[in-house]
């Protein structure tokens, strides 16, 4: 009788970014030997969830063994975050006869244009049901719910088979930002991995030790460089859900309700925890006295100073608050267990933005003339916000290429010309001169 293989455990390491949306896990040479794989067989990852993923090798200087790399997309599938132990075995998979999608929190409208686009994006990878997927389309990307297959359990999508899109769209309040996404960063996004995602996590650990987690962490920096995209990120990876509130907007729009609002929302997040209470431009809540300080403004700071007093037992509701005016925030928020840990979110270097180019022209189809690391020396001063527009905007400027004639209102796009699309050093440069 055949010996039922034993499955593997392994911890979840991060994914490089040229394998993010390829569903790749990247495992050692022990690991391969251990599961009977080879690069290109398909193994089964079980975390709280399970889904699958296609054997990549790791790279020469990868030094742990029991370490497998996939990205935030399949972490989420498998149920497991950076540092989890999964299992993992192999598994092979069957050709889809038919697959079922259902568009995640996005309204499509389903063609057989658009129906045969997103076949052939998904085509070869192994895909099972439950798994979520995104397909990039010239810069944004879409998500779906894989809602059926036939046969059930591990299927491939090829030329044959029968895709169809549901019109219904599944609405999910849950945010969806892995650390792929944010370029450059490292230091700061480990530091909050330590004091946002490990409190929210793992509560138990602080009540253990006897110590208070931070309960308010402000972020500061010129606008664009991702403060906002760092408080998706870690309410996504810490499965916390996030309550964002806009500064200028709680006090303009609720003016005379603005502490019950705060009251409301902080006690929503408790209910709802684990939680992250992201407040942008908190300055507009809480300037420094000598700036427009009236009656509303005292009693909206005490209103806040004493939420975030009364967070401090449990860990598992954190608040970021982020500013482009650092100087300009009442000095009393930034009093030990209020704000007591403060990061500078800079405009990125060169670097950073080499890493924040590949983010935002992941999914595009970028010509061989196109030198990312060229480009990105040529982007000096050049934030998060304005590489990922620029990218948008080469994009739309390759469209104009292809399609110089064509009445983008009405006339559809044949599918081969969406498919030959490229974007050029030209767009890019297009892009950069308006
Ligand atoms: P801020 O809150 O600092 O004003 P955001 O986080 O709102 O900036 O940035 C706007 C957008 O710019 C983000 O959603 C993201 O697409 C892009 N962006 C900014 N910084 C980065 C970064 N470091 N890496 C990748 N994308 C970035």
Request: proline share 6%; charged share 30%.
């Amino acid at each position: 009788m055949a010996r039922k293989e034993e499955p593997l455990q392994m911890r979840i390491g991060e994914a490089k970014q040229r394998d993010v949306g390829k569903k790749r896990a990247r495992i050692g040479p022990e690991a391969m030997d251990f599961l009977k794989v080879t690069p290109g067989d398909i193994v089964e990852v079980m975390g709280s969830r399970s889904s699958c993923a296609v054997v990549w090798p790791v790279d020469e200087d990868e030094k742990l063994p029991d370490i497998i790399r996939v990205d935030g997309q399949t972490r989420k599938n498998v149920g497991a975050s950076l540092n989890d132990f999964v299992k993992i075995r192999k598994v092979t998979s069957k050709f889809a006869k038919t697959v079922s999608l259902t568009p995640l929190n996005d309204t499509v409208t389903v063609d057989k244009e658009f129906t045969d686009f997103v076949k052939n994006r998904l085509k070869g990878l192994p895909i099972t049901h439950g798994d979520e997927i995104s397909v990039m389309i010239l810069g944004n990307s879409i998500d779906f719910k894989i809602s059926k297959t036939s046969p059930k359990g591990v299927v491939k999508i090829d030329r044959t088979t029968n895709l169809s899109i549901s019109t219904e769209t599944s609405v999910d309040r849950k945010v969806r930002v892995t650390y792929e996404e944010v370029g450059g960063l490292r230091r700061e996004v480990k530091a909050m991995r330590e004091i946002v995602e490990l409190p929210l996590k793992h509560p138990e650990l602080f009540v253990r030790l006897g110590i208070e987690p931070h309960s308010g962490i402000l972020l500061y920096g010129p606008p664009g460089c991702g403060k906002t995209l760092l408080a998706k990120v870690m309410a996504s990876e810490s499965e916390a859900n996030m309550f964002p509130i806009n500064g200028p907007e709680i006090m303009n729009k609720y003016y005379g309700e603005t502490e019950a609002k705060l009251r409301d929302i902080f006690k929503e997040a408790k209910d709802n925890s684990p939680s992250i209470i992201f407040i942008d431009e908190i300055d507009a809540i809480a300037p420094k006295r000598e700036e427009a300080y009236g009656d509303v403004e005292k009693r909206v700071v005490a209103q806040l100073l004493a939420l975030m007093d009364g967070l401090n037992d449990r860990g598992n509701v954190i608040v970021l608050g982020a500013t482009n005016r650092p100087d300009s925030v009442d000095p009393a928020l930034r009093r030990p267990g209020r704000f007591d840990r403060e990061f500078e979110i800079s405009v990125p270097n060169e670097d950073e933005r080499f890493e924040i180019l590949e983010i935002h022209t992941r999914s595009m189809p970028i010509s061989d003339d196109v030198d990312l690391k060229d480009l990105s020396s040529e982007l000096h001063g050049y934030t998060g916000a304005d590489i990922k527009s620029l990218c948008r905007e080469a994009a739309l400027k390759s469209i104009r290429r292809y399609l110089p004639e064509i009445d983008l209102e009405t006339e559809k796009i044949p599918s081969e010309v969406l498919q030959s699309m490229q974007i050029k050093l030209i767009d890019f440069y297009d892009a950069m001169h308006e």
